[in-house]
């Protein structure tokens, strides 16, 4: 990686043993069948969250309660992990969720930089040029090897609706990895810039994962 930039892989950190014991009993219990599932992209993964547990989009304190094994620190933006909560349950509960969606990355590894002031930030994939074009090769094969899992293609949601939705569509014209690219907004742009239009944003992601 080009200087002040690092990669974070949970599976050979510091707490491999219980991100492997967490990810092993998660996975078992949502995904241990041969459905087809679509695939829900993010950028990439906080450093302080999926970075460290392996599993995308969920918070600690359920992740505890699913599997019983605590990962040191953690962070979660709460508000944000609410209103995945909330779609979740709404869709029709976690079970049923977790039966047809299959959430992961455009770029599977945490990324983090250090800023100005010398602190260590999170960072995505397409903030950077050189580093995008250094992880590209990973990252087409990492959603190849996903595709493989038994992926219904025929829609992709796609985790941010801005650069990441550009980057996937790019790579989607030139890979033909699937049919539709749906964009959906970060839920931690919905709750931070624009909570009073929640509601707005609940019923469009229901609405596109309804999607037929």
Do not use: W
């Amino acid at each position: 990686m080009p200087d002040k930039f690092k990669i974070i892989n949970p599976y050979s950190g510091d707490q491999k043993e219980a991100v492997l014991k967490t990810t092993s009993i998660f996975y078992r219990k949502y995904f241990n069948d041969f459905n087809f599932r679509r695939l829900i992209l993010g950028s990439s993964p906080a450093r302080r969250g999926t970075a460290v547990t392996g599993v995308p989009f969920e918070d600690a304190e359920t992740l505890q309660n699913e599997t019983g094994i605590l990962i040191d620190n953690f962070h979660i933006n709460q508000s944000a992990s609410n209103f995945l909560n909330e779609v979740m349950n709404r869709y029709g509960g976690r079970k049923r969720f977790y039966g047809n969606f299959y959430p992961s990355f455009v770029c599977p590894f945490g990324l983090a930089r250090i800023n100005s002031k010398g602190n260590e930030v999170n960072c995505n994939y397409y903030e950077n040029k050189k580093i995008q074009k250094l992880l590209f090769p990973y990252m087409i094969s990492s959603i190849r090897k996903q595709l493989d899992f038994g992926i219904d293609t025929s829609i992709c949601y796609c985790i941010g609706s801005g650069e990441n939705y550009k980057v996937l569509t790019e790579i989607n014209q030139n890979y033909h990895f699937f049919k539709t690219i749906i964009p959906l907004e970060h839920p931690r742009f919905i709750t931070q810039y624009n909570s009073r239009n929640k509601d707005m944003y609940m019923e469009k992601y229901l609405k596109a994962l309804n999607h037929d």
